[in-house]
């Protein structure tokens, strides 16, 4: 939803559970911004901003074969990390959601993350 008009340096990747390949496309980066869904049916449909610190190793919701947390935990030990990451989750119910459901979460992130790097950007 980025990807048609992206912000002046910027790059949408599209990374299925990438696990600690993740470091190799982050680790030349200044700034990363990591969506990934998160299973909590409660709140499907709905995203939200996710400290780093909150991220949770092993957590039960994630499909990927190194979690994030852990991922990021090893792109720091090896120097790889980048000065700024955010993480924002976009809740499911199930790991086969409405794809409706997923992609209008999707598009209203989009717009959200296109107005927060447009400010970030005339602030510079």
């Known amino acids: 939803h980025l990807a048609p008009q992206p912000p002046a ?3 949408a990747l599209a990374l299925d559970r990438p696990g600690a390949l993740l470091i190799n496309r982050i680790r030349d980066c200044s700034r990363v911004i990591i969506v990934d869904a998160v299973l909590e049916p409660a709140r499907c449909g709905e995203f939200d ?3 780093v610190e909150r991220l949770q190793r092993n957590a039960t919701w994630s499909g990927h074969a190194l979690d994030l947390a852990t991922t990021l935990s090893l792109a720091e030990s090896l120097h790889c990390k980048p000065d700024s990451i955010e993480v924002y989750g ?3 119910s199930n790991l086969y959601d409405d794809h409706k459901v997923v992609s209008e979460s999707c598009r209203r992130l989009a717009r959200h993350l296109r107005r927060a790097l447009a400010r970030s950007e005339t602030a510079q």
């Open 90 to 92: 976009i809740y499911i």
């Open 9 to 11: 340096h910027f790059e």
């Open 49 to 51: 901003r996710i400290p």
